[in-house]
């Protein structure tokens, strides 16, 4: 797979094929699981993440990650922003500010929130909290997202907003998103892969990795062909 830059990327297939752990590999995230093993290449800006000299922390600086469910920490919205800023660099009481303000205005969450920075994270909406762990990602620089089913835990309405916010995201940064929902990847994504495993026993293999339009109108594959129309997975 060569993904492209300042694309959405949507990696689609039945349940247990290997999305999020796809995905995961992306930022090394599967390193934290014991007994884990990896072959192959992963090149960003042209250098193999799994060398042993890439430094891991700045790996998951630039590669950015939201998960299924939103896990703001137990801290103030202000302090939820500025944690990772304030992990890698001292900065001053202004500039870290800047940096708040900025990452939640880029995560369509600033009007909604301006007031109550000091308040706990954990009072929000469900929807906010994902654009709050969006915010999150951006207020440490990342270049790349990846979102594992970032909406599925939500409303349609707040959904809705994910959404969006990732369309406008698009043309500042490389995103890879995990979904079970087709149509959501037919709406947010210029890429798609899709993944399935054939038997239980057996790893899952890349199908299928095309423009989306192509992939759900016109699929080279049968298989690609039968998971989109529902009939099987």
């Known amino acids: 797979m060569d993904i492209e830059k300042n694309t959405i990327t949507a990696i689609i297939g039945p349940s247990g094929c290997g999305k999020s752990t796809l995905l995961r590999t992306f930022n090394r ?3 934290l699981l014991p007994n884990t093993r990896v072959e192959g290449e992963i090149i960003i800006d042209g ?3 799994y060398k042993t000299d890439v430094d891991v922390v700045d790996l998951r600086k630039r590669v950015g990650m939201v998960f299924q469910r939103p896990n703001p920490f137990p801290k103030t919205i202000y302090d939820n922003i500025a944690y990772g800023p304030r992990l890698h ?6 500039k870290l500010d800047m940096i708040v303000e900025s990452s939640l205005k880029k995560a369509a969450l600033w009007d909604e929130v ?20 969006i ?8 270049e790349i997202i990846l979102m594992d089913e970032p909406a599925s835990a939500l409303d349609p309405i707040s959904t809705q907003k994910i959404e969006d916010l990732i369309d406008e995201l698009k043309s500042n940064y490389t995103i890879i998103i995990v979904t079970h929902n087709m149509q959501q990847a037919a709406r947010v994504s210029q890429k798609a892969a899709f993944l399935l495993t054939e038997n239980i026993d057996q790893p899952a293999k890349l199908i299928e990795y095309d423009y989306t339009n192509k992939i759900f109108t016109n699929p080279k594959d049968k298989r690609t062909e039968d998971y989109i129309t529902g009939r099987f997975g």
């Open 29 to 31: 995230m599967n390193d």
């Open 47 to 49: 250098i193999n993440i």
């Open 89 to 94: 660099k001292r900065y001053k009481k202004h």
């Open 114 to 133: 301006k007031k109550k920075l000091n308040t706990n994270a954990l009072d929000l909406s469900g929807g906010q909290q994902q654009r709050l762990c």
């Open 135 to 142: 915010a999150r990602v951006l207020a440490v620089n990342s």
